[in-house]
């Protein structure tokens, strides 16, 4: 097993985006909550990190703060060696639920990221748009209306709504939590395709271990109460990745065992 | 097609009903006019165009004061719903006004304003104000605030996101305001003028007015057939586009 899971080691290149010892507190009433602590992370160009872990834990915070979305208590995320002050169209972000404009149809819905870009003209971002609704199979829609869709529609939009203003990196929080399993695998072929033909630096947050020993180069786990890196795991198979693949199985059987391990010990234990 | 003729059938049917009431001569003739007397009233007031100048009178007043409520009432309530300053002044004052039944400001416009087209205006405007500014204000707070966010992300700031996403989300709420305001717009013109008679223009409500003091029941049915055709007829011009767009984009 070693050698094929190992911890992963800082990438040779110098990383896209750095995380640097970044704090976040929310208070809820009377009670602090320190939603992430202390926490450290290093994504080179081009990688799929998956972030894991139980509800709670921090990893959707983590998410916003490199958004640009929240801003850390302490510590600082940087892109590119520019340290992130708010959000930019250099990151994008996809959420759990769509969050597509129900008053626009697909077509605008893909343009209004693209509005942010000055040096493109009307003609332009709407040739930019459908290249990417055709890119997610989704040409043929480009006038439908988003209660008209499919939830496994609406991410493909989403993910086009997305990808249209060429960010570098590509933020995901849960994108395919609320579909359905036949779905999800479609798209996990689809995602996995997109990004060898575009290679982006993704940052993805799942509570699924298998998703994340499928889609992610890295998997990083956290732990909850305070949020926390515990562990991180390289998934060195070759893509496009199948997620019923035995060998997928026995990598994401190794991240769930040390799951389980963090959820049973107390906080402070160190986890192998 | 076959609903367009059931519906004609039963307004004949309607008609006639009517028109045999009046017959059987339950109640004195003169409060009750057959709809042959009515119809006669209203080709002879279209035919010597009393009727009609009235209602591009009247139509004109309600369209210039619902312009005016919309264009304050959509702003205000984005500003109460923006600053909790304004909530809890401008918010909790149109909360109030909007109970106000608007006849309620005849008087006072007049004191105001006299009896000109202004006063007219005003009312109409205070009629429909502030239930456009609490449906604004509402419809915003009920946007899902993960649209902003996702706007932010994607480089939305400020105005824009006020204008592009938050008021769009907001639209099924700000449009059940519209209607409402619009209502409340034209039953307090109707009231306007009513009670206040003004030499600049002779609206509806003037000529239902002298209707009632000349005892002509056939000309005040036949006018409140005319101010509830306008009524049906603004809903369907003003708003069953918006209401269709609404239906067709949201799938509510």
């Known amino acids: ?272 | 097609m076959k609903r367009v003729l059931s519906a004609l059938g039963a307004f004949a049917a309607a008609v006639v009903l009517w028109e045999t009431l009046v017959r059987l001569e339950i109640w004195p003739p003169m409060l009750a006019p057959s709809p042959v007397d009515v119809g006669a009233y209203l080709l002879e007031s279209a035919r010597d165009r009393s009727l009609l100048d009235a209602a591009a009178v009247t139509v004109k007043r309600l369209l210039l004061g619902y312009a005016a409520g919309l264009g304050a009432g959509v702003p205000i309530g984005l500003l109460c719903a923006r600053f909790r300053f304004f909530e809890d002044t401008v918010g909790l004052v149109a909360l109030g006004l909007q109970t106000l039944p608007s006849v309620c400001w005849v008087p006072l416009a007049l004191l105001w304003f006299g009896q000109t087209e202004a006063a007219m205006f005003f009312i109409v405007v205070m009629g429909s104000l502030w239930s456009i500014v609490l449906a604004t204000d509402n419809g915003v707070r009920h946007v899902p605030p993960i649209y902003a966010r996702a706007a932010r992300t994607m480089g939305s700031r400020g105005m824009h996101t006020w204008i592009k996403v938050v008021l769009p989300a907001a639209l099924p709420f700000v449009v059940t305001g519209m209607k409402q305001g619009f209502a409340f717009a034209w039953r307090s013109l109707m009231a306007a003028e009513i009670y206040v008679t003004i030499l600049t223009g002779f609206g509806l409500g003037h000529l239902l007015h002298y209707g009632r003091e000349l005892l002509a029941m056939d000309a005040v049915a036949g006018i409140m057939i005319v101010i509830l055709v306008i009524g049906l007829l603004c809903d369907k011009i003003l708003f069953s586009p918006l209401e269709r767009f609404l239906h067709r984009r949201w799938g509510t």
């Open chain 1, 1 to 272: 097993m070693e050698a094929t899971i190992e911890r992963a080691s800082a990438a040779a290149s110098p990383p896209k985006l750095v995380v640097d010892g970044v704090s976040k507190r929310f208070r809820v009433r009377r009670d602090e909550i320190r939603a992430l602590d202390c926490a450290s992370l290093r994504v080179a160009e081009g990688e799929c990190v998956c972030l894991v872990g139980p509800s709670g834990c921090g990893k959707s915070t983590l998410l916003n703060l490199i958004a640009g979305l929240d801003v850390p208590d302490s510590g600082s995320v940087s892109v590119d060696g520019k340290r992130v002050t708010g959000p930019g169209i250099d990151r994008m972000m996809m959420f759990q639920e769509s969050a597509l404009f129900p008053w626009l149809d697909v077509l605008g819905n893909v343009l209004f990221g693209l509005s942010f870009k000055a040096d493109l003209t009307a003609a332009e971002r709407r040739d930019v748009a459908r290249h990417h609704l055709a890119l997610v199979g989704l040409e043929r829609f480009e006038r439908a209306n988003v209660h008209e869709l499919s939830g496994g529609m609406k991410q493909r939009v989403a993910l086009a709504r997305a990808l249209a203003p060429n960010p570098r990196i590509l933020l995901m929080d849960e994108p395919f939590a609320a579909l359905d399993a036949m779905t999800r695998e479609q798209l996990y072929a689809d995602l996995q395709r997109i990004w060898a033909e575009r290679r982006k630096t993704v940052v993805f947050v799942t509570h699924n271990v298998r998703e994340a020993a499928c889609l992610g180069d890295r998997v990083v786990l956290f732990s909850p109460r305070p949020g926390r890196i515990r562990a991180e795991f390289a998934i060195d198979l070759d893509r496009p990745r199948d997620i019923n693949t035995v060998e997928l199985a026995s990598h994401a059987s190794i991240v769930t065992r040390a799951l389980k391990g963090l959820l049973g010990s107390g906080p402070g234990e160190a986890v192998e």
